[in-house]
């Protein structure tokens, strides 16, 4: 029986499991060949200052990841984003949680909160500098200042959104708080905060990468200010794909866990096999 349900199994399912380079969509891969020859093109009938080649920047990644600064820098960043991000979720989930149990608290915060999406990114930098005079403390300033108004408003939906039914039926069985955190309140908001953690991950490095970039002395900010000092597109492009990077393996990372603990949802929901 069971090989006849194998057997079953739509075509485009079996050549999935049965190759592992068939998961890479080839959309994707024709575009970036395309943007890469393009660019290649272009380099070869334009300045190298403004488009290196694909063979000189290839050249330079090699000589910036090679050196310990290079992956110094790599490190400080990355972690920077990865920790001051952390450090902002707590602190706004937390927040969300009061609002959504109590309005007066809800009247009192939600204001603030209003007040701070109103102030730019660049507002906030600005602020850190003038304020801090560690460059670290203006960087973690920065980076939970920015990602805060997220998480906040995504952790209060989601625990509102749950419907009443499923917390009378919790209430009936008269559960510990550990136990309705676990039972009731992770599983309701754990998609809501992955959903904002993906979002968050692109602005949190915006914002580092703005922070380091004005008042930092370490991290690839200042890669970054230091080639444009020197006019080098080669470095800058480099370091643009580390960022790019980052990115990527972090949403590969929060893929890992959207899979572990949500892998009773289905993996297209409306939309059909193509």
Not at 123 to 147: G, K, M, N, P
Not at 236 to 250: G, N
């Amino acid at each position: 029986m069971s090989s006849l349900a194998h057997s079953n199994a739509p075509a485009p399912q079996r050549a999935r499991q049965g190759a592992p380079w068939a998961s890479v969509p080839w959309e994707g891969a024709l575009a970036i060949a395309l943007m890469l020859a393009a660019w290649e093109w272009a380099s070869r009938h334009s300045t190298l200052m403004f488009f290196p080649s694909l063979a000189q920047i290839w050249e330079t990644a090699g000589e910036q990841l090679s050196s310990p600064e290079g992956w110094s820098s790599i490190v400080t960043t990355y972690g920077r984003i990865w920790a001051y991000l952390l450090v902002s979720f707590l602190a706004s989930s937390l927040l969300g949680a009061a609002v959504a149990g109590n309005v007066h608290v809800e009247r009192f915060l939600v204001p603030l909160v209003e007040l701070k999406q109103g102030i730019p990114s660049l507002c906030w930098v600005l602020f850190a500098i003038l304020w801090f005079q560690d460059t670290e403390t203006r960087i973690a300033f920065v980076v939970v200042t920015s990602a805060l108004p997220a998480f906040f408003y995504q952790a209060r939906d989601a625990l509102r959104g749950i419907p009443r039914d499923w917390v009378d039926l919790v209430q009936s069985m008269r559960p510990t708080v550990w136990q309705k955190v676990r039972i009731l309140w992770w599983p309701a908001v754990l998609p809501s905060l992955l959903t904002v953690w993906r979002i968050n991950i692109g602005n949190a490095t915006r914002v580092t990468i703005m922070a380091e970039l004005l008042g930092g002395m370490t991290g690839i900010g200042h890669q970054l200010r230091v080639s444009q000092e020197m006019f080098r597109m080669d470095q800058t492009i480099v370091w643009t794909a580390v960022l790019v990077l980052f990115v990527i393996l972090s949403n590969q990372v929060l893929s890992g866990f959207e899979r572990h603990f949500l892998s009773y949802r289905g993996q297209d929901g409306v939309r059909g096999d193509v």
